[in-house]
């Protein structure tokens, strides 16, 4: 009879095995299937902290990263034969006891969730096409331009600032209903020197600047003159509907994408991908079996043919889209947010709600009391909301969790 286990992947780095030990006492709390490391201990930096590590010797030219992609995508020819596994990323936290549940949601030859973004929007950070570089530049000149021209104030008090992303979080959410935001505007227009939002915030329309209760300035915003200003001197312009600069090559520095990863597709592998907006999937958690063997094959020669491809960076998710297309499962069904909730630092429309039951990445259009929550940049990050309410929660559960190590970005 088929066994359910998970398994995790670890290769390198102290602050990586610091995270697996994080995700593995929390794991081992809530669930009694067996828990398995994939791992090559000569290259780790501490030893892994774990009673079923199944160890395997990793090509010698690899970095830590094409080794850990290497055991990973090669799961099929390492473990055991019979079995049902769930693959989880060592940033996937487990938070309770619905993480069994995960196996059940096995379909087809294998079984993926949803990545937090779209195919086009994916495509920078999986090939060399230079577009992550020209973004980045364009941002750093407009970052130049607003030292310049603006000479508003910063809230640098730690207080003030959360209540600067608390703020920031309102207006995601006023954004997100249109009869709200209408609301919103009208009151603008209406209002007087003063508008206030709530009890705890108002805005001095004359000073552009958002204060608390007590007076303190907690947002100061783009000033007309600084639009002003910008304008006159340089080839940028203010989109006053957005509400975001555009660069004078017509770019919305907020919106990086571009079809190149599906073009390196088609050119590497003549694999067409239709539809470049294509919601491709996240290789931090999924389900394979045995019938899922010839999809990790395909999936990890693919992945090793573009370790030495420049035009390729070491990722395996671009692979990961092709071998989608290749075997037809671009329809299939994939696994729920509720067994992989991605918390992307930079999406302001992340929030936890008031009672601190559910998060929301979409401010509220859904929320998830999440089983696994995957926390692939800023994990271990103190004073990030997100962080100390998934700590909070496990220390509630499990008071000998201990501290992760913040990992490197």
């Known amino acids: 009879m088929e066994k359910s286990k ?9 602050e990586h095995v610091e995270t697996l030990h994080y995700s593995l006492r929390a794991l081992r709390h809530f669930s009694t299937h067996q828990i398995l490391v994939v791992t090559d201990t000569t290259r ?5 902290q774990h009673e079923n590590i199944i160890d395997v010797r990793t090509p010698e030219n690899f970095d830590y990263h094409q080794a850990s992609i290497y055991l990973k995508t090669g799961l099929h020819n390492i473990l055991p034969a019979g079995n049902l596994y769930c693959y989880l990323d060592t940033d996937v936290v487990a938070l309770n006891n619905r993480v069994n ?33 020209k973004n980045q530049a364009e941002w750093n000149t407009l970052e130049e331009m607003l030292n310049r021209f603006d000479n ?14 608390e703020l920031k979080k309102k207006f995601e959410l006023i954004k997100r209903n249109r009869l709200r935001y209408a609301k919103f ?12 939002l709530d009890e705890n ?66 050119q590497k592998f003549n694999i067409q991908v239709k539809g470049e907006k294509w919601q491709h999937w996240n290789g931090g958690v999924f389900l394979f079996d045995d019938s899922s063997h010839p999809f990790m094959q395909a999936w990890h020669l693919k992945t090793l043919e573009i370790f030495n491809d420049p035009h390729w960076k070491t990722r395996d998710q671009g692979t990961l889209i092709a071998t989608a297309w290749q075997f037809g499962l671009q329809n299939a069904p994939v696994i729920s947010k509720q067994f992989n909730f991605i918390a992307d630092f930079s999406n302001p429309r992340l929030i ?55 990992k490197p970005q």
């Open 152 to 165: 508003s104030e910063q809230v640098t008090n730690p207080h003030l600032l959360k209540k600067q992303r």
């Open 44 to 48: 780790n930096e501490i030893p892994v």
């Open 201 to 266: 915030t108002y805005f001095d329309k004359t000073k552009r600047i958002w204060y608390d209760t007590m007076h303190n300035p907690i947002l100061f915003d783009l000033s007309e003159n600084t639009i002003k200003q910008i304008e006159q001197n340089t080839n940028w312009r203010w989109n006053f509907v957005k509400r975001r600069w555009i660069s004078p090559t017509g770019n919305d520095v907020h919106q990086l994408d571009c079809n190149h990863l599906k073009e390196a597709i088609a």
């Open 6 to 14: 998970f398994v995790f992947v670890v290769c390198g780095g102290k």
């Open 101 to 133: 549940d995960i196996f059940k949601h096995k379909t087809g030859i294998i079984t993926f969730a949803v990545d937090h973004c779209q195919m086009h929007q994916f495509s920078p950070y999986a090939v060399n096409c230079g577009c992550l570089e």
């Open 352 to 406: 936890i709600s008031e009672d601190r039951e559910f998060i929301t990445d979409d401010a509220f259009d859904t929320q998830y009391t999440p089983a696994f929550i995957h926390i692939f940049h800023h994990f271990g990050k103190k004073g990030w909301e997100v962080w100390d309410w998934v700590e909070a929660k496990l220390q509630k559960e499990i008071p000998a969790m201990g501290v992760p190590v913040t």
């Open 185 to 196: 505007a009208s009151q603008y227009l209406l209002s007087g020197k003063i508008l206030r």
